[in-house]
């Protein structure tokens, strides 16, 4: 049974795999043995990852990649098949946050979230999908948000709320579209999790944290290995059968 949950010999892309929960996911993927191609518009920290995960013993290169400009994703995407050949498995976790009530907002910032957590999203999916259909196999893991499910409150970040709907509807249409290619399209929605344990939201008395840490009925943030046990079920042959899912992982935020 635990094979099934084997990406050996499989080549997996992360985005926004900097830092944070990228990183955690992109050691996760090297772990069961798959290849990793990094990609962020931070090269350096891309780097970073990219060098942590060969300590595991498989490939890794890392890519500077601004997912909202289309040709640099095709220009990505070419190098990445020239270096590795095929991708078995993309992780579209690069993204942008936005907070501020919606009637401050400036256009400018609305349309910097809507074009990388939206459109960036769509062209990932759209270049490396056709790689895919081509290659008949593949498997695609969008992380979207509990946000994408439910208006976070008491903090304000409607843009972000809004791209993060939408990808979880682009997934589901993706996983109709492309299921008969054997090309599978699932989402992630994590909750509040501790990415960068110095982030001053995470800190006791913030009323951020407070609001989140009530509203979580499993009492305590989630832990970068909570969201990679996900993605390594979705990226994996354990979960031949699953597409258009929308897997929640937030310990129970969403239910109350």
Excluded at 78 to 102: I, T
Excluded at 112 to 139: E, K
Excluded at 181 to 209: E, K, M, S, T, W
Aim: glycine share 10%; aromatic share 8%; charged share 15%.
């Amino acid at each position: 049974m635990t094979d099934l949950f084997s990406l050996e010999n499989m080549i997996s892309i992360v985005t926004g795999a900097a830092g944070g929960l990228g990183r955690a996911m992109a050691l996760g993927l090297a772990d069961a043995g798959s290849d990793v191609a990094i990609a962020d518009v931070q090269i350096a920290g891309a780097q970073e990852t990219a060098a942590l995960v060969t300590q595991k013993g498989v490939r890794s290169s890392a890519y500077h990649c601004d997912i909202s400009d289309r040709a640099q994703v095709e220009a990505f995407a070419s190098q990445v098949l020239s270096e590795y050949g095929r991708v078995d498995v993309l992780v579209n976790n690069a993204g942008v946050f936005q907070d501020g009530a919606v009637e401050d907002i400036d256009w400018a910032t609305w349309r910097r979230v809507m074009d990388t957590n939206v459109d960036g999203n769509f062209h990932m999916c759209q270049v490396f999908g056709r790689v895919m259909i081509g290659q008949g196999s593949g498997s695609i893991v969008n992380i979207a948000s509990k946000s994408g499910i439910m208006v976070d409150y008491p903090n304000k970040q409607a843009a972000y709320n809004v791209a993060k709907a939408a990808l979880i509807m682009l997934t589901k249409s993706l996983a109709v579209e492309w299921a008969p290619y054997n090309v599978r399209v699932n989402c992630i929605c994590p909750g509040n999790f501790v990415a960068h344990p110095d982030n001053p939201v995470l800190q006791p008395g913030h009323p951020y944290r407070e609001a989140w840490m009530r509203n979580t009925p499993m009492g305590h943030f989630g832990q970068p290995h909570e969201l990679v046990t996900a993605l390594l079920y979705l990226a994996s042959p354990a979960s031949s059968f699953t597409t258009g899912a929308v897997e929640i992982v937030d310990g129970g935020f969403t239910i109350i």
